[in-house]
């Protein structure tokens, strides 16, 4: 059985009196992948925070155990986002090995974690932008 890393995480970004450009953070870690969903409705339905990110890593073993958890995170997140209205997003990694996995959680080309960021900003400036 292949470990991950570190623990599954959300971020939950920004409250509605700050600007996007001033987003702060409010890390919560939780056991692993599967859990993230749960932890994200949490959140989300507090309607203290103007996106959740969801970070995580699911390394790719010898069964296909991998693919029900990244599968469920994936959908789980996906769900809370429409459910509540909140913007969630999806940063689990699926890398083949730990070194993959250090590789995109690393500044640099391929840091993921940036990414994802970059994503709730951007999500947060178009709700704000729309909203009715």
């Known amino acids: 059985m292949k470990r991950s890393p570190a623990p599954s995480s959300t971020f939950a970004a920004g409250n509605s009196s700050s600007p ?24 989300a339905k507090s309607r203290r925070y103007d996106a959740v990110i969801c970070l995580g890593c699911v390394i790719k073993g010898d069964t296909t155990h991998d693919l029900y958890v ?21 940063g ?28 709730a900003l951007e999500m947060i400036a178009f709700s704000r932008a729309r909203r009715i």
Not at 32 to 37: M, V, W
Not at 70 to 90: C, D, H, R, Y
Not at 93 to 101: D, G, I, S, V
Request: proline letters at 8%; hydrophobic letters at 40%; glycine letters at 8%.
């Open 70 to 90: 990244s599968t469920w995170a994936a959908v789980g997140v996906g769900q809370v986002s429409l459910e509540t209205g909140v913007p969630v997003i999806f």
């Open 20 to 43: 996007a450009s001033e987003a702060r953070t409010s890390p919560t870690w939780v056991p692993g992948a599967f859990e993230l969903p749960y932890a994200a409705k949490k959140l």
């Open 92 to 119: 689990v990694l699926t890398p083949k090995n730990e070194k993959q996995a250090r590789e995109r959680t690393r500044p640099g080309a391929l840091d993921r974690g940036k990414e994802m960021a970059r994503a």
